[in-house]
């Protein structure tokens, strides 16, 4: 029995030497690295997470190891950077050497590195740049665009209307109305709310992002051998190939009648690009490209805009004086004229409560993870290249340095002194840099026409029974930060 002791003790005292040693070369490896909690073997700092919401756990260890810190995920070091300047300095100074993205596990499942959100190198520029140009040629922030947004504003009123001032959920709603914006540059069309198939498509974007923001989901990105034992990796898969599924089916339709001189749709014109493309070898513009792409777009298109107008009602029930300025403003300014992108300027207070809203509501706390395409060095610390990387936005949008009152529902932090409206450089709910939202224009132009056309016609209140207190602004957990269902009161307005 001695001798299997002293064996035990031996072979313990080797592991922990090993160990040791390990720690040693890596922080040789890692000299003036950026610091962070000490990791334990195999899980790292795991242990230290709420996996339900990690973005406050790294807004506690920012104010323990400053603005530019690192955990260990798994074998991963994670760099993060924290509060506007970090973040500026990073992804618009330093914009190049933080423009990759890196490769994650469930990401890499369902994209294969296509697309535009999760692509990589020449792909994403590529697709990007194809992206960026294709969007402006079919309207996005130009008064074709507009028109569509006013028109789909007159069949979300009306659905609103219906309700006769009772009680309901208008998530759903809203997400199809905003849906629509997106499909018609991507599609060339527009559904009727009830359209099976539409209502299905809907579905399975918002399955899916509840989904990918499940503690399970971030467990397989650290360890991905675990997948074989995850239902929501295997339904999120199941919604990619049906969502494709029914792309694939229309693009087939309109390569039938494709005509490269009257393109009809995003689809449309990817469709030219490949057939000019048909002689490379190599090319970027082929069917996963196309599923991917339109699959980002429309996820992309729907969750930020929508999350936000859901947003947007709950906050003017909770802040019913907020609701009456805006409307006070929407009588001065547009009277019972259509309200148009151009009466902007001259309704600061709205657009001040627009921002507020976006601000306040933090729908995605954290960017999606960046990936350092070189080394660099920021705030003193020698970050080396292919480092995952990321921006913590929440600490942007809160930041105390640049905010009167971060944590409060406060439009006036876009006012001056005399009620104009103030850019604030802090404010970056659609990221920085190279990987900034591609869809920026068209969401602030929705954001503005859907938000401002509804309080013109409706006043917001909670349901009988339930109080301003009583209204819940703790978010639900998604992969972004949607509100907890709720129910409301669309009162038309005389």
């Given at each position: 029995?001695?001798?299997?002791?002293?064996?035990?003790?031996?072979?313990?005292?080797?592991?922990?030497?090993?160990?040791?040693?390990?720690?040693?070369?890596?922080?040789?490896?890692?000299?003036?690295?950026?610091?962070?909690?000490?990791?334990?073997?195999?899980?790292?700092?795991?242990?230290?997470?709420?996996?339900?919401?990690?973005?406050?756990?790294?807004?506690?260890?920012?104010?323990?190891?400053?603005?530019?810190?690192?955990?260990?995920?798994?074998?991963?070091?994670?760099?993060?950077?924290?509060?506007?300047?970090?973040?500026?300095?990073?992804?618009?100074?330093?914009?190049?050497?933080?423009?990759?993205?890196?490769?994650?596990?469930?990401?890499?499942?369902?994209?294969?590195?296509?697309?535009?959100?999760?692509?990589?190198?020449?792909?994403?520029?590529?697709?990007?740049?194809?992206?960026?140009?294709?969007?402006?040629?079919?309207?996005?922030?130009?008064?074709?665009?507009?028109?569509?947004?006013?028109?789909?504003?007159?069949?979300?009123?009306?659905?609103?209307?219906?309700?006769?001032?009772?009680?309901?959920?208008?998530?759903?709603?809203?997400?199809?109305?905003?849906?629509?914006?997106?499909?018609?540059?991507?599609?060339?069309?527009?559904?009727?709310?009830?359209?099976s198939r539409f209502v299905r498509l809907l579905h399975l974007t918002n399955e899916?992002?509840?989904?990918?923001?499940?503690?399970?989901?971030?467990?397989?990105?650290?360890?991905?051998?675990?997948?074989?034992?995850?239902?929501?990796?295997?339904?999120?898969?199941?919604?990619?190939?049906?969502?494709?599924?029914?792309?694939?089916?229309?693009?087939?339709?309109?390569?039938?009648?494709?005509?490269?001189?009257?393109?009809?749709?995003?689809?449309?014109?990817?469709?030219?690009?490949?057939?000019?493309?048909?002689?490379?070898?190599?090319?970027?513009?082929?069917?996963?490209?196309?599923?991917?792409?339109?699959?980002?777009?429309?996820?992309?298109?729907?969750?930020?805009?929508?999350?936000?107008?859901?947003?947007?009602?709950?906050?003017?029930?909770?802040?019913?004086?907020?609701?009456?300025?805006?409307?006070?403003?929407?009588?001065?300014?547009?009277?019972?004229?259509?309200?148009?992108?151009?009466?902007?300027?001259?309704?600061?207070?709205?657009?001040?409560?627009?921002?507020?809203?976006?601000?306040?509501?933090?729908?995605?706390?954290?960017?999606?993870?960046?990936?350092?395409?070189?080394?660099?060095?920021?705030?003193?610390?020698?970050?080396?290249?292919?480092?995952?990387?990321?921006?913590?936005?929440?600490?942007?949008?809160?930041?105390?340095?640049?905010?009167?009152?971060?944590?409060?529902?406060?439009?006036?932090?876009?006012?001056?002194?005399?009620?104009?409206?103030?850019?604030?450089?802090?404010?970056?709910?659609?990221?920085?840099?190279?990987?900034?939202?591609?869809?920026?224009?068209?969401?602030?132009?929705?954001?503005?026409?859907?938000?401002?056309?509804?309080?013109?016609?409706?006043?917001?209140?909670?349901?009988?029974?339930?109080?301003?207190?009583?209204?819940?602004?703790?978010?639900?957990?998604?992969?972004?930060?949607?509100?907890?269902?709720?129910?409301?009161?669309?009162?038309?307005?005389?």
């Amino acid at each position: 029995w001695s001798s299997c002791t002293s064996i035990g003790l031996v072979f313990i005292l080797t592991f922990l030497s090993i160990l040791k040693m390990g720690g040693f070369w890596n922080n040789r490896r890692r000299k003036n690295f950026p610091p962070g909690p000490r990791a334990l073997p195999i899980i790292g700092n795991l242990h230290l997470f709420d996996l339900k919401r990690p973005y406050r756990t790294y807004l506690q260890l920012s104010k323990v190891y400053g603005p530019v810190f690192s955990v260990q995920m798994g074998q991963r070091k994670i760099v993060v950077i924290s509060g506007y300047e970090t973040v500026k300095e990073a992804l618009v100074n330093q914009a190049d050497a933080f423009s990759e993205r890196p490769k994650i596990p469930i990401f890499e499942d369902l994209t294969r590195g296509n697309g535009i959100v999760f692509a990589h190198g020449e792909n994403w520029k590529v697709m990007r740049r194809f992206t960026l140009t294709t969007l402006r040629d079919f309207g996005m922030g130009k008064r074709a665009i507009e028109d569509r947004i006013v028109e789909e504003y007159g069949y979300l009123a009306d659905t609103f209307a219906s309700q006769e001032g009772k009680p309901f959920d208008a998530s759903k709603i809203i997400n199809a109305a905003v849906a629509n914006i997106i499909v018609s540059i991507l599609l060339g069309k527009r559904f009727d709310y009830k359209d099976s198939r539409f209502v299905r498509l809907l579905h399975l974007t918002n399955e899916s992002m509840r989904l990918a923001g499940k503690p399970l989901v971030t467990m397989y990105n650290i360890f991905p051998h675990l997948g074989f034992l995850l239902r929501a990796n295997k339904t999120l898969l199941q919604n990619r190939d049906e969502f494709h599924a029914y792309v694939q089916v229309t693009f087939v339709e309109h390569l039938k009648t494709l005509d490269k001189n009257d393109q009809r749709s995003f689809i449309d014109a990817f469709l030219v690009k490949q057939q000019e493309e048909k002689s490379t070898t190599n090319g970027y513009f082929h069917n996963g490209n196309l599923l991917s792409l339109v699959s980002n777009l429309f996820t992309a298109g729907v969750e930020t805009i929508s999350t936000t107008l859901n947003w947007s009602f709950l906050l003017m029930m909770k802040y019913p004086e907020i609701q009456r300025k805006v409307q006070e403003e929407i009588e001065r300014v547009i009277g019972s004229n259509p309200p148009r992108i151009e009466h902007r300027t001259q309704m600061p207070y709205t657009d001040a409560v627009i921002h507020e809203i976006q601000r306040f509501a933090n729908i995605l706390p954290l960017d999606l993870p960046h990936e350092t395409a070189a080394d660099v060095t920021l705030k003193g610390y020698f970050i080396p290249k292919g480092t995952f990387i990321i921006p913590l936005l929440t600490s942007v949008l809160k930041d105390k340095s640049q905010w009167e009152k971060p944590d409060m529902f406060y439009p006036e932090h876009f006012l001056d002194a005399n009620g104009k409206f103030v850019k604030k450089d802090a404010f970056l709910p659609f990221s920085a840099g190279r990987r900034i939202c591609a869809g920026e224009t068209l969401a602030k132009m929705e954001l503005f026409l859907f938000f401002t056309s509804l309080l013109q016609r409706f006043t917001f209140h909670p349901p009988p029974g339930v109080s301003v207190s009583d209204l819940d602004l703790s978010p639900a957990i998604s992969f972004n930060v949607i509100p907890k269902p709720y129910k409301m009161c669309a009162v038309t307005r005389s």
